[in-house]
């Protein structure tokens, strides 16, 4: 039985007092109002109306029932108007999650979402892995790939990063510049552990690709650890662009190999696919796609910039 529609029916017959007029107000016939009266008595293991030819009244249980069901009916219009208004207005907690360095980069563009929907509060999880939105309860996943897979996620592309290497002046001081990325193999260079970063690094530059195989020193799952022991001299890092900023514009880190970037990978929201999307999800998504390129392109201008290279 349609246990919602019944307790609308059986509300509409109490207050009208009568089957024959509460089914004119619903449109409905007076046997199928008191069929679905009937049927919810049943279903509630007790008599809710009292019937006689002449007058209709509540039973004392119907008298308590009817309550619960004003209530239930009241909680319900207020539910789905919440809900409607979901899709319309952003509110509520917004859950993401992003890996550690792009979320640090991107917490002042989240201040500003806040700033311009105030009805939403945000939710921020970094971590150095791309979970599974569902499983973790995230409302949306920044997630960074050259490809993704097929999945059952709204894939939104929000921005393109690279990663280039860097190494103190001290370093650069004691053991020289590489030339060429194949000399890497000369040098001590700093790895992260991190599924993003495979063993081999594929730089891209006028001529094509080449792909060389660093040798291991110190290794961090933590780019902001990795800038740290770049700046102590240890070696050679490979960064993302707007990790190393920073250190680039104070002088403590220089780019090496200038004319060489690592392959680019993608930005993308990832979100579950649904039919009616939450408002603060849509907005989200499309603030970023509207002002994270805007912030990479800052940072890359900085990264670009021939004054913060080491010179052979």
Not at 270 to 294: I, N
Request: include cysteine; charge should be negative.
């Amino acid at each position: 039985m349609d246990l919602l529609n019944s307790l609308r029916v059986f509300v509409r017959v109490a207050d009208a007092g009568s089957f024959t007029t509460a089914a004119q107000a619903l449109d409905f016939s007076t046997a199928q109002v008191s069929r679905l009266v009937a049927d919810l008595e049943q279903h509630v293991q007790a008599r809710l109306l009292q019937r006689t030819t002449r007058r209709l009244s509540l039973t004392e249980a119907g008298e308590r029932f009817l309550l619960r069901a004003r209530q239930i009916l009241d909680d319900m219009a207020e539910a789905t108007a919440e809900a409607r208004g979901a899709h319309l207005e952003p509110n509520g907690r917004l859950r993401l999650h992003c890996l550690t360095g792009l979320g640090v980069l991107m917490t002042p563009l989240i201040a500003r979402y806040c700033e311009l929907y105030p009805d939403v509060v945000v939710e921020l999880t970094l971590s150095q892995r791309n979970p599974d939105p569902l499983e973790d309860g995230h409302d949306v996943v920044i997630s960074i790939a050259q490809e993704l897979a097929d999945s059952q996620f709204v894939a939104q592309a929000v921005g393109r990063i690279f990663s280039i290497p860097c190494a103190s002046p001290g370093y650069i001081a004691r053991r020289g510049l590489p030339g060429h990325p194949e000399q890497l193999n000369e040098h001590s260079c700093l790895r992260m552990i991190d599924p993003l970063y495979s063993d081999e690094w594929v730089f891209r530059d006028e001529q094509g690709e080449v792909s060389v195989v660093p040798g291991k020193t110190f290794q961090s799952n933590v780019p902001e650890a990795m800038v740290n022991a770049s700046e102590a001299g240890m070696g050679i890092s490979l960064l993302p662009f707007y990790t190393a900023t920073r250190s680039l514009r104070e002088g403590t880190l220089l780019r090496v190999l200038g004319d060489h970037r690592l392959r680019e990978r993608n930005v993308y929201a990832l979100y579950p696919s649904k039919r009616f999307l939450d408002a603060k999800v849509r907005t989200w998504v499309d603030f970023l796609k509207a002002e994270l390129p805007g912030l990479f392109a800052r940072h890359e201008v900085i990264a670009n910039d021939a004054r913060y290279w080491g010179m052979g």
